[in-house]
């Protein structure tokens, strides 16, 4: 397994006010060997990009000596694969079908796809679960052609969106879309309010194409409990356990985000953490 960050770790990578290549120098120097790379509305990475740029950020990836591991987007919150409105819908798939590209261009193999929304304070609006349900299942369907010819994973995160809340939902969610270029983006730290990382890793298996780690207070139970890594209730000798079972070996990418204070100090704990987790220490 290779050790990865998010952009959004780095001080300045929510924002866009740092730079890729300053990222990519920053997470190498922590001792990181892979990175996740975010795609917004605008920046340096974004709907706009061509082709030529993206192929360019991943030659400065090679040349500092750095995979791309995936490629993330917040933009499904705000447009939504689930939403009742058809062209905000239109607008979603649209986001994937660009952020396919992105990810072919930039040499990775994954993206990772919030597959949609019934309830959720990030999210505009409510919608019924069964017509998400449906919805978002189209709108895989419809989207696994693209993934299947580009050879680029829609890899569905478990997220906090109300939507497919067991790992036997989310299994036969997968399973119903018919293509295996539709997989799991599994977070540990997400789940970890309603059940345990290990059992849902043991049950979706093969299904699962990337992993986020991040860690989660359990008796806090809101936003404010997600903690550094190793300061939480995640089992992590269990976790890697059920990845080594299921035979997982992709990268594993911090999506962890600045401290206040200090921030540049984020990234060498979440390595340390991180070689600790995986026990390379």
């Known amino acids: 397994m290779k050790k990865s960050i998010n952009y959004w770790a780095c001080p300045g990578g929510g924002d866009g006010s740092k730079s890729i290549s300053e990222f990519l120098h920053e997470a ?20 706009d990009s061509t082709e030529a740029a993206v192929r360019a950020i991943a030659d400065q990836a090679r040349e500092t000596g750095i995979d791309i591991a995936s490629v993330a987007s917040g933009l499904l919150w705000k447009y939504s694969l689930t939403s009742a409105d058809a062209s905000v819908r239109e607008r ?6 660009k952020g396919l590209e992105v ?37 895989m369907k419809d989207l696994a052609p693209l993934a299947e010819e580009l050879k680029v994973h829609i890899a569905i995160e478990n997220v906090w969106n109300g939507f497919l809340l067991s790992p036997m939902e989310m299994a036969e969610f997968v399973d119903r879309t018919g ?103």
């Open 179 to 281: 293509s295996d270029y539709v997989g799991v983006y599994f977070d540990v730290g997400n789940v970890l309010n309603t059940g345990r990382p290990e059992h849902w890793i043991r049950i979706l298996g093969d299904r699962i194409r990337r992993i986020h780690v991040k860690d989660f207070k359990v008796s806090v139970g809101n936003l404010g409990g997600f903690v550094d890594l190793l300061s939480g209730d995640v089992n992590w000798p269990e976790v890697m356990n059920a990845l080594r079972e299921i035979g997982y070996d992709g990268p594993l990418t911090a999506e962890v985000f600045p401290y206040k204070y200090h921030p540049e100090v984020l990234i060498k704990n979440t390595s340390a953490a991180m070689d600790a987790i995986m026990g390379r220490t």
């Open 28 to 47: 190498k120097a922590a001792g990181f060997e892979a990175v996740e790379l975010c795609c917004g509305e605008s920046g340096e990475l974004s709907l």
């Open 103 to 139: 990810a072919a261009w930039a040499r990775t193999d994954a993206l990772l796809v919030v597959p949609g929304v019934v309830a959720s304070g990030l999210a505009s609006e409510a919608v019924q679960y069964d017509l998400a349900y449906e919805r978002s299942l189209a709108a």
């Open 92 to 97: 979603a798939i649209g986001i994937v079908r």
